[in-house]
């Protein structure tokens, strides 16, 4: 007789709300509400990084490559922004210049755009989520050059991240009353 296999927790909500959260008080900072401090870090390092690699990790249990790639490298992207903010502080020769950011930004946003075609077979959630995300890069790093994109950046970036807690709570609420409380949009069959 063989053993059934226990049923995996759904690791997406943790995951997005840790990028969600994390996104949305780095952009109220971008907005000028208050400046980056132990809070965001904290948030990128524990929130936004930690956690959502841990969910990459439970996502790689449950065999979903995409899940794994996005939610690891993106808890990544959170730790090495982190540090590019902290680690020059006493060490000014390591501050990346602004070709150095915008391009650091644009990578990501390269990356994020590639896999917001790996959405389109998902719900319409998770597509905002992902094209919300790339455009954010993409402002960010020009903003880089023109400095008065950061506070469209960061009003984008509030959507975005707000997007990605929506989902979360979406997925909880709906899996927990086992029918639609908070509607995602229909996934794509073909």
């Known amino acids: 007789m063989s053993e059934k296999k226990p049923d995996l927790a759904n690791p997406a909500p943790l995951g997005l709300m840790g990028f969600g959260m994390t996104t949305v008080l780095l952009n109220l900072s971008n907005l000028g509400l208050f400046g ?11 929130y936004g990084g930690i ?6 990790i439970m996502e790689f249990r449950k065999g979903n490559t995409f899940g794994t790639t996005a939610f690891t490298s993106y808890g990544a992207f959170w730790l090495t ?41 998902a719900n319409r959630g998770l597509q905002t989520v992902f094209l919300t995300l790339a455009i954010l890069f993409f ?3 020009a903003a880089h050059f023109i400095p008065s994109l950061v506070i469209v950046a960061g009003a984008e970036g509030v959507l975005c991240g ?12 709906n899996e927990s009353y086992g029918r639609v409380i908070l509607p995602i949009g229909p996934m794509r069959t073909d």
Not at 101 to 110: C, D, V
Not at 162 to 173: D, H, P
């Open 36 to 46: 980056v401090s132990s809070m965001i870090l904290a948030m990128g390092i524990f």
């Open 51 to 56: 956690a959502q690699i841990i969910a990459g």
């Open 81 to 121: 922004l982190v540090f590019l903010i902290l680690y020059p502080i006493g060490n000014a020769q390591f501050t990346p210049d602004n070709a150095g950011m915008a391009t650091y930004l644009f990578l990501w946003g390269l990356f994020t755009f590639i896999m917001f075609f790996g959405t389109l077979k």
């Open 139 to 141: 402002l960010l790093a």
């Open 162 to 173: 707000f997007s990605a807690f929506y989902l979360s709570l979406a997925e909880v609420l």
